[in-house]
Every structure is written in C-alpha cells, then in structure tokens.
C-alpha cells in the first residue's frame, strides 16, 4: 500500500527542513537570499518561534473557524508591533527564555486538553505570543539596521501568515474524531517540550 | 517505554491514545524537578521497578477495568524515568533542542511499542507480544537488583594511586 501523494510531498518537505536545520541562535539566520529570505528562514529554522506559532495555528483551528481566522489577523500584525518596539528597546535573553517555555507549556496545555475557550481569548494569546515573540526577534534584529530589519519583518509576517492559514486551515477541517485525538498528543508533547525547556532555563539559563 | 506502547497496543482504544499523552507529559515532569534540583527518593529502583511492573503486565495481558488504573501506573514511573533524565544532564548548547529530542524519542519509543503491539490481532502475535513483556520484566528484575545493591565505584584518582609504584622503591 502506497502512501498518499500529498503524504509523500509532506514527507519530502520534512526531510528538506529537517537536513536544512541548524542550531537556534539569538539573531537572525543568514540565507545570502536577502533580509525577506532571512526572515522566512528565521522562522521556519528557529524552533523557539516556530513551536509557538504552531502551537498557537493548532489550537486556534481546534476552536473553530472564526478563531483561526482572529489569529491570522493578529499574530502577524502584533508580531511585527512587538518587533518595531524591541528594536528600540533592550530585552534580557533569560525572560525571553522563560516566557518560549511556558507559551509552549500554556499552549501545548490548552491543546491537549481541547479546552474550549471563547474566541477573544485565543486572539488575546495570539496578540501576547506575537507580542512577546515579535519583541525579543526586533531585540535580537538591533544591529541589522532599520531598512533591512523591516524587511526582514515582512519575510516572518509573510511567514507566519501562511503558517497559521495551513495549520489552522487543516485542524479546522480535520473529517474524523480520532484525528482530533492525534491533535491532542502533539499538543501534550509540545507541553512537555516547554516543561523541560523551563526546567534546563530555571538551572542553566544567564 | 516499549512496554507502555506494548500495552497501550493490548489495552486498545482509548489506552493507546491515552498512556502516550500521559507518558512524557508526567516524565516532563519528573525532568523539571531533576533539572531545578528538587529530589526524588529511590529513582533507580522506581526505573528498575517500571520495566518490571510494565513487563509483567503485558507478559500477562493485564487489563484493568478502570483506565485510571493504567494511567496512573505509568505516570508515577514516567515522573521517575524523567528524574534520571533531569538530574544526570550536563550543562550543554541548547536546552530546546535537548527538550525536543527527549520527547520526540520518548514519543517513538512508544510508537514502536504500539507498532509491535498490532502483532496482537493474530494469535501468534499475541504469545509473541507476551514473550516481549516477560523479557522485559526480567531485564527490570536485572535493573531492580542491580538498583538495590550498588557497586562501590572507584575513582579514577585511587586507582591511579593504586597503580602508582610505592615511593622509594
């Protein structure tokens, strides 16, 4: 029995990343495509942005359309907000740190339990998410310059804007039950992940 | 973690779904606490124990009534291998990666488990699959011994010294 096409595409694409994927670093990664190249790269390679933002798609379309659709709008907008006041702004790396861990640990909480909030609650996470997120990345894009990290910006809101339409698109049209479930796992380990991460930042963390 | 899958594929629905889901949550747990130093008594005899309970239930098809029976079984052995984990980790490069690999390989373990359990639809899979369980059951029993009595270890500098020719010789 052979896999589905789009299954097989999927996998493809996995594999392409996964090779593809460096170490996190604090700024932003260089592509040598240009600062909307950067930015594109920087979200789909870090996994402190991109665990969230997929957290975040994944619950939104498990609370329906009109949540998916709030967080499409707000995530990206709030996000390159977040950014413009941190490149004017210091940020300690450690509270950027800790809030990744517990937005993964609240967010992979949410969706393991399927919790059923009300819709301006999700786009309340998303306006923090992106909020918080979007401030450490314009921190972090300080020395870049403002042409370039505006540009860059524009790379991660395109970025998240596509993320969160697929994830939220496909959890929001998910035909069975059990594939909900399957949903809710990955949300269980992505609250795992936050746990451990807040654990090793709480010992190790500057 | 094999035997959670094993058993999770034994229990059926909504078991396979649930044990995974409590498994590394509960062990993220375990972690933290090994990670911000607050300890747990008798961890390696927990993890000694946990092959052996988990072995001994799939050798011997258990399947309790209640889920919550399962569930908390593998939590409290869950936060005991997630302990090991917390408190025997070095400092290193990147605390995400290190917690996305720790689920993701706890995660696949139990996948193999679940994915080795599916032998159990056929008759011979299913004495198969119990073999597996009393295997591991006895490697517990081999863990829990070893947890209970310890081998003294040797430092590296006493048996430098050890080696060192006496002085004057």
Known sequence: ?????????????????ALGA????????TTGLGPV??????LLLSLDDVLPVVGLALFAGLRGPK????????LPLIWIAGAIAGLANHGQPILGQI?????????GILIAADWELPTVVVAALAVLVGGVHGFFNGVAMRGAGLRPALLQLTGIAVMLFILVAVISGFVVS????????VIRVVGSWIAAIGLLSLGWSLRFGQ | MIAVGLWGAQLGVPAVWLLPVTFPLVMAIGGFLGLVGIPLPGVEIGVGLSALLLGAMVAGEVKPRKLIWPAMLVGVFGLYHGHAHGTELAPGENGL??????VIATGLLHG???????IGRWPTGQKIVRVAGATIAMAGAWFLWAAANPKPIESHVSAAKADAPAPGR
């Open chain 1, 37 to 42: 190249y950067d930015g594109i790269g920087h």
């Open chain 1, 99 to 107: 809030f990744t861990a517990c937005s993964f640990l609240v967010l």
């Open chain 2, 112 to 118: 193999c488990g679940i994915g080795i359990g599916l």
């Open chain 1, 67 to 74: 949540a998916g659709r709030l967080t499409l709008l707000f």
């Open chain 1, 1 to 17: 029995m052979r896999a589905p096409r789009q299954c097989r595409k999927g996998a493809r694409l996995f594999l392409v990343f």
């Open chain 1, 22 to 29: 460096t170490t996190t670093e604090a700024h932003l990664v």
């Open chain 1, 174 to 181: 998910l035909p069975r039950a059990w594939m909900r479930i």
């Open chain 2, 97 to 102: 990666l290190y917690s996305v690999g720790f």
